[in-house]
């Protein structure tokens, strides 16, 4: 195997620039072939950590290999985000560890074991009456307009609500924190012209706010019936949640279950409108399979980090303690060991063992069946209330990001 791929002389695989255009698919494919695992170098600062660059991760095995060992490959030590804004504080990294995703046993293990009591099979089959009502209702509004911004009208939508409906957020503050929770991501877009201290000060606002809720649900649960946040806080003595702990999963909820989610559907959708044979076969089938591929195809989150605890081998190739280890799981979901023809959209693929949701392991997502669910439930009414859908515009407006892979506009006819 060389350990020579011919990439650009300073190629950069978390290069927001990069992924304004396009995902580097074609880069992947070398760097799978030729070295996966590979070293790229950074100028110092510019991910907003104090080192030189970053060890890329690209096959499907390797990604996996590194998600299952969090005594080896650390999520805490430098965080699970591979690339900050620039210059920004080691401070302001350290604080996000607070985050579970940011998390290594036993610490993650105990808040984990907390918060999964909302996500149960049973809590998430709760949860579907209201959310089919809510797709309809979105995508019949949206249909009502004719055309217009797939993004905003309908990929938006659901996830935010079924946050609200999961946490008890009243419906009226939804907007609130799909505010919020852009100003956390977008900091690498210059259309939103966001600096560091508003994405610093919309992650506090969020986190206040749920501080909030959490200690009135303490002082008056929502009853037997009532929602996560009385399960997670409001019992004393049994492992649960502090205030300020349960605001940091909503940053979590906020960022992890309606950023990814709504990429998911905006990239199913556009992915439809450019693949009408497989709009066909899902309005005419109905396959359970298509949601998983939907998320292999869109891979929402490009890539996650570790950071290494101690010196370790990888692939063959020897990678010293403290270095940070780019887990890229686009590129893995499109790896040819893994899945048949992988650049091709096909929403009766299976089995799909994709990455979508994470490689395994202790931060494996702990939202997969409220996202397929969602996912699912969005164009079964997409199928049901707007089945001749069409593209109406240009390319869709990618987000210019470092780590996720976002669509910001999406034009449409819906009649």
């Not at 907003?48 to 890329?56: K, T, V």
Request: aromatic share 8%; net charge negative; hydrophobic share 40%.
């Amino acid at each position: 195997m060389s350990s020579c791929p011919a990439l650009p002389d300073g190629f950069d695989l978390t290069d927001p620039d990069v992924y304004q255009d396009r995902v580097p698919l074609p880069e992947f494919a070398l760097l799978r072939e030729t070295a996966p695992v590979w070293w790229v170098r950074q100028p110092r600062g510019v991910a907003g950590f104090d080192d030189e660059g970053y060890w890329a991760v690209t096959r499907h095995a390797d990604v996996k290999e590194v998600s299952t060992r969090p005594e080896l490959y650390s999520s805490n030590l430098n965080t699970a985000v591979i690339r900050f804004a620039e210059h920004m504080s080691r401070e302001q990294i350290d604080i996000q560890k607070l985050i579970m995703l940011n998390m290594d046993p036993p610490e993650h293990t105990r808040v984990r074991q907390i918060v999964q009591r909302g996500f149960t099979p049973r809590a998430v089959r709760a949860l579907e009456a209201a959310l089919r009502e809510r797709a309809n209702r979105i995508v019949r509004s949206a249909r009502e307009g004719g055309s217009g911004d797939f993004v905003t009208d309908i990929a938006v939508e659901l996830p935010l609500q079924a946050i609200a409906e999961l946490i008890g957020v009243p419906q009226q503050d939804r907007s609130r924190i799909f505010d919020w929770s852009n100003k956390m991501v977008a900091y690498d877009d210059p259309e939103y012209a966001i600096t560091e201290e508003v994405g610093t000060r919309s992650a506090a606002e969020l986190i206040s706010y749920a501080m909030t809720m959490a200690q009135a649900r303490k002082e008056c649960p929502a009853g037997a019936a009532g929602d996560i946040v009385s399960r997670l806080v409001a019992a004393e003595g049994e492992g649960n949640l502090s205030a300020d702990e349960f605001g940091f999963f909503v940053i979590l909820l906020a960022v992890a279950g309606n950023e990814t989610t709504r990429n998911a559907i905006s990239h199913g959708m556009h992915a439809f409108l450019t693949h009408p044979e497989q709009w066909e076969l899902f309005r005419r089938e109905r396959p359970a399979t298509a949601a998983e591929e939907i998320v292999r195809w869109a891979t929402p989150v490009v890539s996650f980090q570790r950071t290494t605890t101690r010196d370790t081998e990888l692939g063959g190739v020897r990678i010293p303690a403290g270095d940070r280890v780019g887990l890229f799981y686009s590129s893995a979901n499109n790896d040819p060991e893994v899945f048949a023809d992988p650049g091709t959209f096909d929403i009766t693929r299976d089995p799909n063992p994709h990455l979508g949701f994470g490689g395994g392991g202790p931060h494996f997502c702990l939202g997969k069946s409220l996202a397929v669910l969602e996912i699912d439930l969005i164009f079964q009414a997409v199928a049901d209330l707007a089945p001749g859908i069409r593209l109406a515009g240009p390319e869709p407006r990618r987000l210019r990001s470092a780590w996720i892979n976002g669509i910001k506009e999406l034009r449409v006819d819906y009649r």
